[in-house]
């Protein structure tokens, strides 16, 4: 149990490494559905990557695995934290897989990690625990576990967005009304990355689906009019740009003045 969760935890302090220093991670090519999950917004929570939240919980793992004397309550609170640890990763796979339509090397081992523990864990249940009936304990952890989903579920959603901010909310609905367009694709990671310098505000975003029936089918017909061949791709007054443009080259292009106020 240590081993696996110590494995774990080098796993997630890389990637977490990775995430706060701006790097990517090994194998992790461009416009790869690594990369596309690694800057998609379901890779952070509460604003840190999602990694740290990953090495947390081996580390709680292997704490526990270490330090607790006792069989029965080891037993239970490894138990319970890999339970929530793999309904977790399996929910984030899932949105991965239907959001996205991609996977990701580094998730699917840690996925396989925590499939691990939890069987290793569930195989060494003491027998004789009093009032351990599995049908009472695995109803208390399953409710558990649609209270965690739940609630990351909501939060990943619109409900618990921050407020938009005005100036990149004048940004993104002055390229609207000046008729810029921005052509993309979900599976896009610089797609992506142009979304998240809106925050809030990405919703505004004069953006177009080019690839509605997957990655593999047909371009949306407003892309083929255009003739985009390439993702992001903004045409701003008559001028095609086919790559990621911070917000200064996007007020410069479109003639976006900021009134006199700080950038951000």
Known sequence: MLALAAIGMLLTGYLTFTALSGGT?????????CELIQQSRWSRILG???????FALYAALAFNAWRLPARLLRWRRLWLISFLGLVISLYLTLVAWIELDAFCAWCLLSLALLAAIFTRVTLTRPKSAPGMGWRPWLINSGVAAAIAVGALHLYYSDMFAPRENPRLQALASHLRLSGARFYGAYWCAACQEQKHLFGSSAKRLPYIECTPNGRNGLLAPACVRAQVNSYPTWIIRGERYRQLLS???LARYSRFRWNGQRKP
Do not use: I, K
Request: hydrophobic share 40%; proline share 16%; net charge negative.
């Open 48 to 54: 840190q990557p999602l990694a740290l939240w990953g």
């Open 247 to 249: 917000l200064e080259e």
């Open 25 to 33: 991670p090994a194998f992790c090519a461009q416009d790869s559905p």
